[in-house]
């Protein structure tokens, strides 16, 4: 039978969508209407992921927020961490850069970073959407979109060496092998270091991987990785569709 209007307005891909297109037009507009909606959908959205956190991160731990953009995640993780704890939100868009560091700027234990992660450092291509201020790459897909000149930075370099890493999430837009590349001292480091990332198919592939490489090299430094939300078997089978995607925990032991 072919869907009725009203039954594809509410297929939960379309709702998104509209919501997402609600949510860019407020940033243009009204950035304290963009922020009450975008943290009222984190907030819903990522409740399990929140809940995960909030059994893992202690006072006085380090964590890093990998793609902070405007700092909704940054905000939670530096309130976990406390006073003596440290937060480094790490962001490659300009505008995005610019809210994050207002919104965390009265918190002193979180310190904004506008660069991007790579596996080395220099600098890269960040193509911005026009569309969602959260779908920025640093690969080219073949859109066409604009670019900006970013330093780019391998957290191995970044990161002194014995410095403990407690936890780390992680959400651009498909180039998540490439910063767990340039963190490899890091990661071999902290063995006891947990990583929150999103799992997007689609992404990885338009960045030039395979989504298993990126599994893969996480196996091999020895952490298990399993997903936050949905079932074992719902995770297994991402990968057909642009909007398939899932947040995935990597830890050790």
Known sequence: ????????????????????????????????????LYRLYK???DREERKLIRSMLKPGMTALDIGANIGMYSLFLGGLVGSNGRVLAIEPG????????QAVNHMPNINAIHAALAEKNGQLR?????????DHHTYDD???????????????????????IHFVKIDVQGAELAVLKGAKR????????????????????????????????????????????????????LGSTKEDYCNLIAERG
């Open 1 to 36: 039978m072919r869907e009725t209007f009203l039954e594809n307005m509410f297929r939960p891909h379309v709702v998104k969508n509209k919501l997402f297109e609600t949510g860019n037009l407020l940033y243009n507009i009204s950035p304290m209407g963009y922020r009450f």
């Open 43 to 45: 907030n819903l959205s």
């Open 94 to 101: 300009p505008e995005n850069f610019e809210r994050l560091r």
């Open 126 to 134: 960040l193509f911005l959407s026009e569309i969602l201020n959260v």
């Open 142 to 164: 073949g859109e066409g979109r604009p670019f900006v000149l970013v330093e780019a930075i391998a957290l191995d370099e970044h990161i002194p060496i014995g410095r403990p």
């Open 186 to 237: 890091m990661l071999r480091e902290n063995h006891d270091v947990k990583i929150l990332f999103e799992y997007w198919p689609y992404g990885l592939r338009a960045a030039g991987h395979e989504p298993s490489d990126l599994l893969s090299f996480l196996q091999d430094l020895g952490f298990t990785i399993r997903p936050v939300g949905i079932s074992q078997a719902k995770w297994e089978c």
